[in-house]
């Protein structure tokens, strides 16, 4: 069964072929970033029209790397949700209607899922049961993953997600967008120790997350410091560390909780090597085997969305006529 992955949750357009006996065929990426820039984060009307000029060439431009007609094509996986309602009715309706000309099924696929499932996509996937770290722009989530669509939340954040509290904080340092990676770069260059921060919610019980009050944290300690290079590097460097030390106590706390030994890191910020660093030390110490989406499939991408379809299908699952798209949606509810 091929299967076409179509992303369009947000600001980049992804794209993917997938079998399910050959595997990834091929797969392209649109990112928007360049484009958003100017605006300091993704203007929402902006992203949308982007996805309409991509789209297509970019599905022709997979085809042809896989060496395929759309005649091959088994079966349709979009994104419906969460994400920008515009730009995820870009790719559910270019998807949805695709099916419909080629009289082929189709499959809404919940953008979480399609991050929680990636690192199946490896060499070495791990198997179920396990548990899962989902650090993906709005979203911080544990969750307890029995089976495929068997997914039990253990904690989330309630209120600024990881990857949120990484853009702010990057902007409060006048870091240029997107700030997440621009932060991590800078804090290489900071002196460890030198400014220490809290860690939120770890000495509670639970695994829910809060970053908010860390962010806030960052904010009066500039207004007190004079800024200079190597002061924002050293801010940079605690906060850092303090993201990943909150999301390593409470990955730790959640293997605990579930007695799984497995552990699956995936959304944009698993990407961060002081988190994969951080985590291999502690789990290693507890048997707990990690593991990771490759670096270019942490971000949003198509392969995860056509793999995640995929399974969907292989399931007999396939959408109605109708075009629902979803900007909040609950991963427990798919």
Known sequence: MKVLGIETSCDETGIALYDNKEGLLAHALYSQVETHQQYGGVVPEIASRDHVRKVLPLIEETLKEAGCALSD??????TAGPGLVGALLVGASIGRSLAFGLNIPSVA?????????????????????FVALLVSGGH????????LGQYRLLGESVDDAAGEAFDKTAKLLGLPYPGGPAL????????PGRFT??????????????????KTA???????????????ADVAHAFEKAVVDTLAIKCKRAMAQTGLKRLVVAGGVSANETLRSTLKKNMEEHSVSVYYPRHEFCTDNGAMIAFAG???????????????VKARWPLEEI
Do not use: W
């Open 197 to 214: 921060l809290p860690r939120p919610m770890v000495n509670r019980p639970g695994l829910d997350f809060s970053f908010s009050g860390l």
């Open 140 to 147: 911080t989530q544990l969750i307890e993953v029995s089976a």
């Open 184 to 191: 991590a770069a800078l804090a290489k260059k900071g002196q």
């Open 218 to 232: 960052v904010r009066t300690l500039v207004s007190k410091e004079t800024m200079d290079e190597q002061t924002t």
């Open 310 to 324: 995929c399974k969907r299908l292989e399931q007999g699952l396939q959408e109605p006529l109708a075009i629902n």
């Open 109 to 129: 696929v919940h953008h979480m899922e399609g991050h929680l499932l990636a690192p199946l996509l490896e060499e070495n996937p791990p198997e179920f049961p």
């Open 73 to 78: 094509i088994d079966g349709i996986a979009y």
